[in-house]
Structure formats: structure tokens, C-alpha cells
């Protein structure tokens, strides 16, 4: 079964500087997708950025980007010039590309974005 | 506003009660969604409807029962509920399951349970 693996319960970045959000994964799979997604106080969950694992290139989405790498099973979040609205839980996710329903979420990370 | 629209936002019920849980959503997707959020655990999916049918029970207990009228509307009735049930459910929608899930899950802001 796959499993997906936050290891930064909490963490806090000044605004306007960067920050990094870790999550691994465990699959014997050679075809998925990953996700992040932004859980705000409204808790509304939000697709943040998303990424095919055939796809080489990593995804990025304005100030999000990530650092895929696929032997590693390391699916990083980067948010660049960090704002007070980037305030969140943040959510890693992984599904089979072989049509299951089933979206893994990790934990989450729950970001603060100090002034 | 993301087009998912999830009522109550919060309810409060013992464990001899009986409540429904609602979603609708406006974006003509065809497949709907129940998922717990409980502290410091995984989002768990519960219920998966496509065009109205269930294609998944996540081996949820039979105090949670689901309903799905439409593609648009989507329930989750409620009865003898322990403490432990006490989460946040979320409604999601999307265009499709299976093959076309990878087009993004549009979420509500759920409804937030607490079970005396």
C-alpha cells in the first residue's frame, strides 16, 4: 500500500523569504501523480500544484514550485517570497496512476508565515 | 468559493441522535466525495459516487450512511455516533473517477462534528 510521509509537523518562515516543505513517499508504482494541497483556517482545501511522475520537469505554479525526485520518492514544496495568506496547513498527496479513487494524503505541515 | 457547499458548518449531536451531513456542488462535475479529517492523522476517504453510483466504501462503519439523489447533492446520514467520530467532514467533487481523477478534487469547507 502506499504510504505518504511528512516529517515537518510545524514550521514558520518570515514573509518574503523562502521555504521548503518535505514529503516522501512509498510506492512500488511506476506511474502517479503527487499533489499539494493548502488547507487555509477557512479549511477549504485548495490544489496547490501537481505533478506527473513520468514527467521529468518539476512543476511550478507562480511562487510554488517542487523538487521531484523519483528514485528518492522526495516530493518538496518550495514557496518563494513567502506571504501572510500562505498561512496553511499544507497537504502532500499521492495517487495511482492505474485509476483508483484513492488520494494518500499525508499528514500535513502546518506553515505560519510570520510578518 | 470553490463551487462546493457543504452545510452545517458546524453541528454538535449525542451519540443517540440522528443528523444529516449535506454537500452540493455547482460545477456539473459527475463524481462526489466524503472525507474525514480527523487531528493528526491522514484525511481518510470514506465514500466515492460517480454518476450517482457508490464505487467506494473505505470500509466506513454502518452508523455512516451516504446518499447520493443526484450528481449535484450528496448526504451523510448520521446515527449513534461514538466520540471517536468526532472530525471534520469534507465534501469533494470532481469531473470524473477513475482514469480522469487526475483532474483536481474541488473541496467544501466542511462540516466540523462533535459527538457528546
Known amino acids: 500500500a502506499q504510504t505518504v510521509t511528512q516529517s515537518q509537523p510545524e514550521m514558520s518562515v518570515q514573509e518574503a523569504e523562502t521555504v521548503t516543505l518535505s514529503c516522501t513517499y512509498d510506492?512500488?508504482?511506476?506511474?502517479?501523480?503527487l499533489f499539494w494541497y493548502k488547507q487555509p483556517p477557512s479549511r477549504q482545501m485548495i490544489l496547490v500544484i501537481r505533478?506527473?511522475?513520468?514527467?521529468?520537469q518539476n512543476a511550478t505554479e507562480n511562487r510554488f514550485s517542487v523538487n521531484f525526485q523519483k528514485a528518492a520518492k522526495s516530493f518538496s514544496l518550495k514557496i518563494s517570497d513567502s506571504q501572510l495568506g500562505d498561512t496553511a496547513m499544507y497537504f502532500c498527496?499521492?495517487?495511482?496512476?492505474?485509476?483508483?479513487?484513492?488520494?494518500?494524503f499525508g499528514k500535513g505541515t502546518k506553515l505560519t508565515v510570520n510578518p | 468559493e470553490t463551487g462546493v457547499t457543504q452545510t452545517p458548518r458546524h453541528l454538535v449531536m449525542g451519540m443517540t441522535n440522528k443528523k444529516s451531513l449535506k454537500c452540493e456542488q455547482h460545477?456539473?462535475?459527475?463524481?462526489m466525495y466524503w472525507y474525514k479529517q480527523s487531528a493528526k492523522k491522514p484525511l481518510e476517504l470514506m465514500f466515492v459516487?460517480?454518476?450517482?453510483?457508490?464505487?467506494e466504501n473505505n470500509s466506513v462503519p454502518s452508523r455512516f450512511s451516504p446518499e447520493c439523489p443526484n450528481s449535484s447533492h450528496l448526504f451523510l446520514h448520521l446515527h449513534t455516533l461514538q466520540p471517536e467520530d468526532s472530525a471534520l467532514y469534507l465534501c469533494?467533487?470532481?469531473?470524473?473517477?477513475?482514469?480522469?481523477?487526475?483532474?483536481?478534487?474541488?473541496f467544501g469547507s466542511g462540516t466540523q462534528l462533535s459527538v457528546l
Open positions: 460545477l456539473g462535475h459527475n463524481a
Open positions: 498527496a499521492f495517487m495511482s496512476q492505474g485509476g483508483s479513487e484513492k488520494l494518500v
Open positions: 510506492t512500488s508504482e511506476n506511474n502517479y501523480y
Open positions: 469533494a467533487s470532481s469531473q470524473g473517477t477513475g482514469r480522469f481523477l487526475n483532474e483536481k478534487l474541488f
Open positions: 459516487y460517480n454518476f450517482k453510483e457508490q464505487t
Open positions: 505533478q506527473e511522475a513520468y514527467k521529468q
